[in-house]
Nanobody, 121 residues
Framework: QVQLVESGGGLVQPGGSLSLSCAAS????????MGWYRQAPGKQRELVAT???????NYVDSVKGRFTISRDNAKNIVYLQMNNLRPEDTAVYYC???????????????WGQGTQVTVSS
């Protein structure tokens, strides 16, 4: 059983900052790529940022220069530092991870339950 639990969402004014974290726990052999996605009301879920186990990152263009993804491989935690937030960043943010539960078991994708981020004055 693998769980991903996010924390750190909330309400912030435009131009403000928030930090999200997501911890993977359970019967984990290895965590490969981890990432953050978001879904705004009436829109499809979109990729925000990902990071491989080797620290290669990928960001959606709209957050480049404002958001930073990082991770702690020893603790299986991924973070998202969000600066200069805009109203259009308002969404439910989901953590995801490519996780293997055994040495000969192919990784599969797991999702967190989501955390609300609201940017409003």
């Amino acid at each position: 059983q693998v769980q991903l639990v996010e924390s750190g969402g909330g309400l912030v004014q435009p131009g403000g900052s928030l930090s999200l974290s997501c911890a993977a726990s359970g019967s984990i052999f290895r965590v490969y790529q981890m990432g953050w996605y978001r879904q705004a009301p009436g829109k499809q879920r979109e990729l925000v940022a990902t990071m491989t186990r080797g620290s290669i990152t990928n960001y959606v263009d709209s957050v480049k220069g404002r958001f930073t993804i990082s991770r702690d491989n020893a603790k299986n935690i991924v973070y998202l530092q969000m600066n200069n937030l805009r109203p259009e960043d308002t969404a439910v943010y989901y953590c995801n991870g490519e996780i293997s539960v055994g040495v000969s078991v192919n990784p599969r994708t797991y999702w967190g339950q989501g955390t609300q981020v609201t940017v409003s004055s």
